[in-house]
Nanobody, 124 residues
Framework: QVQLVASGGGLVQAGGSLRLSCAASGRIFSNYAMGWFRQPPGKEREFVAAIRWRGGSTYYADSVKGRFTISRDNTKNTVYLQMNRLKPEDTAVYYC?????????????????WGQGTQVTVSS
């Protein structure tokens, strides 16, 4: 079993930055991939970014490419999402998730384990 705890959300003005963290515990294996998703108000959950524990390869949604950076610290079993130049349309609940087969898929149903979500609000 894998447990994920997301943190770091908050209220920020447009153009500002936030860093989200996702602490993983339990049976996390080095061949997993970790993803960040978000769910804006009244909309479906959407892919943001993913990273493989092994090797660190990354994949981003077009909407955040160049502004967001996903990274991991293997010694702490923690994945980060550095969000810069935030826009009001980035407002959402952000979730981290774990994919045991490291498909790096943007589809939420490919991810088996989910954290509880952290709210990010960007004011204009």
């Amino acid at each position: 079993q894998v447990q994920l705890v997301a943190s770091g959300g908050g209220l920020v003005q447009a153009g500002g930055s936030l860093r989200l963290s996702c602490a993983a515990s339990g049976r996390i294996f080095s061949n997993y991939a970790m993803g960040w998703f978000r769910q804006p108000p009244g909309k479906e959950r959407e892919f943001v970014a993913a990273i493989r524990w092994r090797g660190g390869s990354t994949y981003y949604a077009d909407s955040v490419k160049g502004r967001f950076t996903i990274s991991r610290d293997n010694t702490k079993n923690t994945v980060y999402l550095q969000m810069n130049r935030l826009k009001p349309e980035d407002t959402a609940v952000y979730y981290c998730a774990a994919d045991p087969i490291a498909s790096m898929s943007p589809a939420p149903n490919e991810y088996t384990y989910w954290g509880q979500g952290t709210q990010v609000t960007v004011s204009s």
